[in-house]
């Protein structure tokens, strides 16, 4: 099941996240405690028995309240695979992925539902078809919900900015400057930063970075070696890959390359 991922942290006192972002879409369920939820510029907490829902792209953080104990589960689901089961169930007017703008659900209904899939996912013993359903089922019951909500419109980025973000994505394995960026978009130095930071919730250089992270995210998974998947994601040496992997993914880059294999990462021992 290439197109997901499952990550199980049995306590969050021990992972602290910058703010970031995924290519994915993610649905966490908190399974123990609360914790703080940045959401772009929304701040909330949440608690055991919420879920909490991410849009690819869109930068987010959870972090533990006072050192406190928390504890959550957390699905990374591919977005083209997402879309073409939006698009067959009717959802989606075309095979395009279109943002979902429900952020926290606090339904016991979904949360119960949400665990069952989970703990399926996570039981070796279970065959793989039975995953594959339990998957579908409940990621396609939780898309009709939420494709009939209403949607809240957001303001769009100017066309300027887009094509900067654009020139990043195709650029972040390179040594990029300010001055080119400046020169793309016609803006000076401190509105692009500003300007930037506000539509896409990361400064240009914190959004380069976290297209690195992906980008070395996806070598790890595909089973490149970390000294060569930190070059290809344009980072300068091994160790300071390893640390901003670690600081956006609360994992380094060898946990997640092991528990990658296993289908599973548990924060909290490493590996498992």
């Known amino acids: 099941m290439p197109h997901v991922e499952l990550r199980n942290v049995e306590d969050g006192r021990q992972v602290c996240y910058y703010p970031h972002s995924h290519t994915?879409?993610?649905?966490?369920?908190i399974t123990g405690g609360e914790s703080t939820f940045q959401y772009r510029n929304d701040h909330c907490r949440?608690?055991?028995?919420?879920?909490?829902?991410?849009n690819p792209e869109w930068v987010h953080a959870c972090n533990p309240i006072d050192s406190q104990?928390?504890?959550?589960?957390?699905?990374?689901?591919?977005?083209?695979?997402?879309?073409?089961?939006?698009?067959?169930?009717?959802?989606?007017?075309e095979r395009k992925w279109q943002d979902i703008h429900t952020a926290t659900i606090s339904e016991p209904i979904w949360y119960e539902r949400y665990c069952r899939m989970a703990g399926c996912l996570l039981d070796p013993q279970r065959e793989l078809l039975e995953k594959q359903t339990e998957t579908v089922g409940f990621l396609s019951d939780l898309m009709q919900v939420l494709a009939t909500l209403p949607e809240i419109q957001d303001k769009r980025a100017p066309q300027a900015l887009v094509v900067l973000a654009n020139y990043l994505d195709d650029h972040a394995a390179e040594d990029v400057s300010l001055d080119t960026l400046c020169e793309i978009s016609g803006y000076s130095a401190g509105h692009l930063i500003r300007a930037f930071r506000q539509y896409f919730g990361l400064t240009p250089h914190a959004y380069l970075v976290n297209r690195r992270v992906q980008l070395g995210r996806?070598?790890?998974?595909?089973?490149?070696?970390?000294?060569?998947?930190?070059?290809?994601?344009?980072?300068?040496d091994q160790p300071h890959f390893q640390r901003t992997f670690k600081?956006?993914?609360?994992?380094?880059?060898?946990?997640?390359?092991?528990?990658s294999s296993h289908q599973q990462i548990n924060a909290t021992d490493g590996e498992k």
């Open 24 to 29: 994915q879409w993610s649905i966490g369920a």
């Open 46 to 54: 949440v608690s055991a028995g919420d879920l909490v829902l991410m």
């Open 218 to 236: 996806r070598e790890l998974k595909n089973g490149t070696p970390i000294v060569e998947a930190a070059m290809n994601a344009g980072f300068a």
């Open 247 to 259: 600081r956006l993914m609360a994992a380094t880059p060898n946990q997640y390359r092991n528990a």
């Open 69 to 93: 104990p928390w504890a959550y589960l957390m699905l990374y689901v591919d977005i083209d695979w997402l879309t073409d089961l939006r698009f067959q169930a009717g959802l989606l007017p």
